[in-house]
C-alpha cells in the first residue's frame, strides 16, 4: 500500500480557482473555450499518489521535468519519464503517482473548456508527449507567466491572459514539429519535403503517384499523413498551393487571369477560375479588385 502523502513538498507551489469565478469564466466567450481551473508545481514529490475512480471533471496535463512516475489506466501501467508531457481526459478513471526511488519534479494544470478536446487527441486514453529539450525553458517560462498571473488575484484581465497562455502553451507542447532530440518528426519532414516539390513545380499537375514516389510512400500513408498534419489530402493541398500562387501573381504583377492560370498549370483559364472562386469566394478579377492592407 502507498504511504498516504498530503500535498506538502519541498518549495511546491498551488494554486486552486474558486468556483465562482470558474462560473463567471462562461459570461466571457473568448476564456470559456479553454481555461485553467487548477494549477502548480510538485518538486521532488516523492510519495505523491493520486486516484480517482470516477475521473476528474477537468482534463489533467502533467509535465514530469525530472525523474520519474506513472499513470495506471484501466489496469494498465505506463511509465512517465523526464522531459514527458501527460494528458489525462476529464472524466477518465486514473491513478497516478511518483516513483519511489527517483521522484518526479511535475508541473501540472487542470484546464477545461468547450474548445478542450482539440488538445485532448483521445478521450479514451492518455496523451504522452515527449517534450524536447529545447522546449523545456519555453514552457516553464509560460507556465510560470500563468501562475503569476493568477496569483495576482481574481482580476478579470489576469485571467485572460493566463488563459490566453495556456492555449499557447498547450499549442507549443502538443503541436511543435520535433521529436525528444529537437528534431522533426517523420511525418512532419515527408510533408515539407513533398511542399518544397510542390512548390518547385507549382506549373504542372502532379499526381498522388508522382508524390507517393517522390516520397517513397503508398497512396494511403501519404494521404493519411497529410490529412492529419494538414487537414487536406496531398493533391487538395497542392491545389490550394497553386491558388496561393494565383493570389499573389493577382496582387503584384499585372499578368492576365489567363496567363496566371498557365503561369500555375492550368490550360483551362474557365476551369481555373471556378476552382479560384471555390477556394477564396471571389473570381480572380473580382478578387484583384479588392483593397487589401
Known amino acids: 500500500m502507498k504511504p498516504y502523502v498530503a500535498h506538502t513538498f519541498k518549495n511546491q507551489k498551488m494554486l486552486i480557482l474558486p468556483e465562482e469565478i470558474i ?8 476564456i470559456k473555450n479553454l481555461f485553467i481551473t487548477d494549477i502548480g508545481f510538485f518538486p521532488h514529490a516523492k510519495y505523491h499518489y493520486i486516484e480517482r475512480k470516477e475521473g476528474c471533471r477537468q482534463n489533467i496535463l502533467i509535465y514530469c521535468t525530472n525523474g520519474e512516475g506513472f499513470v495506471i489506466i484501466d489496469g494498465k501501467k505506463t511509465r512517465i519519464c523526464k522531459n514527458t508531457l501527460l494528458i489525462i481526459p476529464k472524466d ?8 519511489d526511488e527517483n521522484p518526479w519534479d511535475i508541473y501540472w494544470m487542470h484546464f477545461k473548456g468547450e474548445t478542450d478536446s482539440h488538445f485532448v487527441r483521445n478521450t479514451g486514453t492518455i496523451t504522452l508527449i515527449d517534450v524536447p529539450l529545447s522546449t523545456l525553458p519555453v514552457l516553464i517560462h509560460l507556465f ?5 498571473a493568477l496569483s495576482r488575484g481574481s482580476v478579470i484581465s489576469n485571467i485572460i491572459y493566463a488563459c490566453s497562455s495556456l492555449s499557447y502553451f498547450l499549442a507549443t507542447a502538443l503541436f511543435m514539429p520535433y521529436n525528444k532530440y529537437g528534431q522533426k518528426d517523420r511525418k512532419t519532414a515527408y510533408v515539407e519535403n513533398s511542399i518544397e516539390f ?7 499537375r502532379l499526381t498522388l503517384n508522382d508524390l507517393t514516389s517522390y516520397n517513397n510512400l503508398s497512396k494511403t500513408q501519404l494521404t493519411d499523413i497529410f490529412k492529419e498534419k ?4 496531398p493533391i487538395d493541398f497542392f491545389i490550394r498551393l497553386k491558388i496561393q500562387k494565383a493570389c499573389f501573381d493577382l496582387d503584384f504583377t499585372d499578368m492576365s487571369v489567363s496567363e496566371i492560370a498557365e503561369k500555375i498549370g492550368y490550360s483551362d483559364q474557365f476551369y ?10 471571389s473570381s480572380p478579377s473580382d478578387y484583384r479588385r479588392i483593397k487589401k492592407g
Open 144 to 148: 510560470d507567466e500563468i501562475f503569476d
Open 23 to 30: 462560473n463567471n469564466i462562461s459570461r466571457y466567450p473568448f
Open 92 to 99: 477518465l478513471p486514473h491513478i497516478y503517482g511518483s516513483n
Open 230 to 233: 494538414t487537414g487536406y489530402s
Open 198 to 204: 510542390m512548390k518547385n513545380n507549382i506549373d504542372k
Open 272 to 281: 481555373f477560375s471556378r476552382l479560384f472562386k471555390k477556394i477564396m469566394g
